[in-house]
């Protein structure tokens, strides 16, 4: 806040030592409290303008960086012993995997199949982390991590140069904030870290450039923004925030600030169309909602946000959809309760500044592009993601946090140093809720148990289980899970698929085949099936009639080395030693790890009079 001092300096007559006033000591008393509200009311409207930085690290900011990054680390350290889960298969395919890939991630696109977007730079760091490290996950965890770190860093200078009071606290709050844990444990949420990365740093230099008017401040934050966009289409809404900047500062935004911004529309727009042009034709989708019902899934949405921000419990990576219903009184009261507030902190601007509402602004502006007036695919799972809100609390960080360090000064010591222990027990709590959600991230088994136990209707949640539990040698428990997936959707072949193997696994060959031949009515093309239902039927001494479904698998995927292995097997036990033989080699050549394989050969070698092969 501005100082009265500052706004209202003392006469330095009035202060020299004996000098006589012909004011009452009540009066000089009263003119003091009047320049004081006056100077609060000032500091109210009229915000500091940003302050210029100093370039020498002192101590003091050293422990602060120093305090931040213990802090952070200790919150995420199960995040180190992650695993990969869910669409973080994606990083194995070979634009990831092969040398040549990086020309294929930035000039062919479509090569990553289960990619929607053009995000380039955050498959860009993956290739690089799989040319250091392969596929281990706690590499690839610990730059997630680091990111994070220092994202934080870069609000602290970024909250600190804007004077927002608590900007150490407002880091700090969003190094541990639990909502935060979905974009930096979720490998491939690196999407997120990478495009608030740039956005922060544009963001920054642009307010600099405002400050010192050095053009190359002004093209360092042109540029940098683009690179956000090419990490995440979510950062488009920067020119917007920067507009937000402006008015907060000054009361209004002039003709110049507008002008100024064209270029980062310009930038933003065309990004934006043409990830959006790339995503529909990888991805065509069209959500068959009303502008009325997206209304009120976007006023709910920022109601949901908002209070997941304030109440971090009960977090789920998948929430349920709710009803949408346009006669449903009670869910206008959302969009109206939405405008009201925003009205509420317009009319009031003059009393408590211009900070909460350009705060609020911020935080449903940077939410907007997920808040469902646009179709994206996730709407398909929930309308809502704790990691949509990584950017977007900032706004409500910095000035509830702000408001809070601001109050807290005015209080006498006693009272300071409690609300001081206070701003400690609750970065614990926070602290301590981000190290229990960073855990459920730890394998696959763990991570769809999380997300059934919180929404059990979620959108495949119960197959990916079935399929995690298969993985993890568990056909029990993967025929229970699967069961139910295959309850709440009998068209679900991969739900079916998932019970068949565990039946073959626990030797149940009847019930296997049942579902397995149901899947395959599903889907007659579907090579996992054909693979498993010869498995059940071979697991019967059926030789022949496994036969048919091995061929027919390799007919779909011949550089599967499955088929061939399961196909010898069972020539092998009809006499047709030759045969098997061949079928032997072939499974070998794709794949030469298979032990049992090459003991079966062997067998078949020494058949046919050949052992000394």
């Not at 802090?71 to 194995?92: H, K, Q």
């Amino acid at each position: 806040m501005i100082s009265t001092e500052r706004l209202f300096p003392i006469p330095h007559s009035s202060l020299r030592r004996g000098t006589r006033n012909s004011n009452s000591r009540q009066h000089r008393r009263a003119s003091r409290r009047e320049r004081r509200r006056a100077a609060r009311k000032n500091a109210k409207t009229q915000p500091h303008q940003p302050r210029r930085e100093s370039r020498t690290l002192t101590r003091r900011d050293a422990l602060g960086i120093l305090a931040l990054g213990l802090l952070l680390l200790g919150s995420y350290f199960p995040a180190f012993f992650a695993g990969f889960v869910w669409d973080d298969e994606i990083i194995t395919e070979a634009a990831v995997r092969d040398w040549s890939g990086l020309w294929r991630i930035y000039f062919s696109p479509a090569d990553i199949e289960r990619e929607g977007h053009y995000w380039p730079l955050v498959y860009t760091t993956f290739w690089l982390e799989h040319k250091l490290w392969g596929y281990a996950p706690t590499g690839y965890h610990i730059v997630n991590v680091l990111l994070h770190l220092v994202n934080t860093l870069l609000l602290w200078r970024l909250v600190a140069r804007l004077t927002v009071p608590g900007a150490w606290i407002v880091a700090a709050v969003f190094a541990v904030h639990p909502l935060h844990v979905e974009s930096v444990a979720w490998v491939i949420e690196r999407k997120d870290l990478l495009s608030a990365l740039f956005y922060l740093a544009a963001f920054s230099a642009y307010i600099r450039f405002v400050a010192e008017r050095r053009p190359r401040r002004y093209f360092l934050a042109l540029f940098l923004f683009a690179l956000g966009m090419l990490c995440k289409s979510i950062a488009v809404t920067l020119p917007v925030a920067l507009l937000i900047y402006h008015w907060w500062q000054h009361g209004r935004t002039t003709g110049a600030d507008l002008l100024r911004l064209m270029p980062f529309f310009a930038v933003g727009l065309i990004a934006a169309v043409a990830d959006t042009i790339f995503y529909q034709s990888r991805e065509p989708l069209a959500l068959d909602y009303s502008m009325a019902e997206r209304v009120l899934i976007a006023a709910h949405a920022l109601w949901f946000y908002a209070g997941k921000l304030l109440w971090p419990a009960n977090l789920a990576v998948i929430y349920p959809h709710w009803e949408v219903n346009i006669a449903d009184p009670l869910a206008w009261g959302y969009v109206i309760t939405a405008f009201a507030g925003v009205a509420a902190l317009y009319r009031f601007r003059h009393r408590i500044g211009r900070g909460p509402l350009a705060g609020a602004l911020f935080f449903a502006v940077t939410l907007s592009p997920v808040l469902g007036f646009v179709d994206f695919g996730y709407m398909q799972f929930s309308f809502v993601a704790d990691r949509y809100q990584y950017l977007a609390g900032i706004g409500v960080m910095a000035v509830l946090v702000g408001a809070a360090t601001h109050g807290a000064s005015r209080l006498p010591e006693g009272w300071r140093k409690g609300a001081t222990c206070a701003a400690a027990a609750m970065l614990i709590v926070l602290g301590t809720l981000t190290w229990r959600q960073a855990g459920i991230y730890r394998d696959e088994v763990t991570f769809f148990s999380h997300i059934v136990s919180h929404n059990p209707t979620a959108r495949g949640a119960y197959q990916n289980l079935g399929r995690a539990l298969l993985a993890a040698q568990r056909p029990e428990k993967a025929l229970t899970a699967s069961r139910i997936a295959a309850e709440q959707d009998p068209d679900d072949v991969k739900a079916r698929v998932n019970a068949g193997v565990a039946l073959v696994r626990l030797g149940r060959f009847d019930e296997a085949e049942e579902w397995l031949r149901h899947a395959l009515e599903l889907d007659p093309r579907q090579m996992v099936v054909l693979q498993n239902l010869a498995e059940a039927l071979r697991r019967q001494r059926r030789f022949e009639e496994s036969l048919e479904f091995y061929r027919t698998a390799i007919q779909i995927d011949s550089g599967n080395a499955l088929p061939y292995a399961g196909m010898g097997d069972a020539l092998f036990h009809l006499n047709r030693y030759e045969e098997s033989l061949q079928s032997f080699n072939r499974a070998l050549a794709l794949d030469p790890t298979l032990k049992t394989v090459r003991a079966m050969r062997e067998s078949a070698l020494t058949f046919l009079g050949r052992a000394g092969e």
